[in-house]
């Protein structure tokens, strides 16, 4: 059975509207020679946020699987697809922030970031020990919920004081 795991909604929510927070000023505050330009680059700009926070991972009986756009492929993210059976460990690295990032080592001795940043972030780990035998206890998200929330609602308020200072 094929399982999808999109991009996390708080993930998605907090880098697009503090895209919008940042952007939405410049096409009000530009000089009228760079008003179409400036219009179109922000929509332009919104376009490749929601694009390149679309990536997703899908699971099977025989692999995993991450899938980009070609926009984020353009940018440099590759997609990738390991088998089951060809998934030798997991191994946790600290961040500078004190978190830990997970990856795939294979028997080949290729590594694979493990998305960290997926809705059902549970349920994929319980897929993935299933389907390699190896322990998942330790995976999990690697920044707290709450800093996608705050950053979401920080941004909503500063669009919110943004149009407010535009209208009066």
């Not at 094929?2 to 939405?24: D, G, M, P, Q, R």
């Not at 353009?74 to 390991?82: D, F, P, Q, V």
């Amino acid at each position: 059975m094929i399982e999808k795991f999109k991009t996390l909604f708080f993930v998605k929510s907090s880098l697009i509207t503090l895209y919008l927070a940042l952007t939405i000023p410049i096409p009000f505050i530009s000089i009228d020679k760079l008003k179409i330009l400036s219009i179109t680059a922000f929509v332009l700009g919104l376009y490749l946020i929601i694009n390149i926070t679309s990536d997703y991972v899908e699971t099977c009986n025989n692999k995993i699987s991450y899938k980009t756009s070609f926009i984020s492929r353009t940018l440099g993210r590759k997609n990738w697809e390991i088998f089951w059976k060809d998934i030798k460990l997991i191994e946790s690295l600290p961040t500078s922030q004190g978190s830990k990032v997970f990856y795939f080592n294979t028997k080949k001795g290729d590594n694979f970031l493990i998305p960290q940043r997926i809705e059902n972030f549970e349920k994929f780990s319980l897929i993935v020990s299933k389907n390699t035998g190896i322990a998942t206890n330790e995976l999990s998200y690697i920044s707290p919920l709450w800093t996608y929330k705050l950053l979401t609602f920080l941004s909503v308020l500063m669009i919110t004081g943004e149009l407010f200072a535009f209208l009066h």
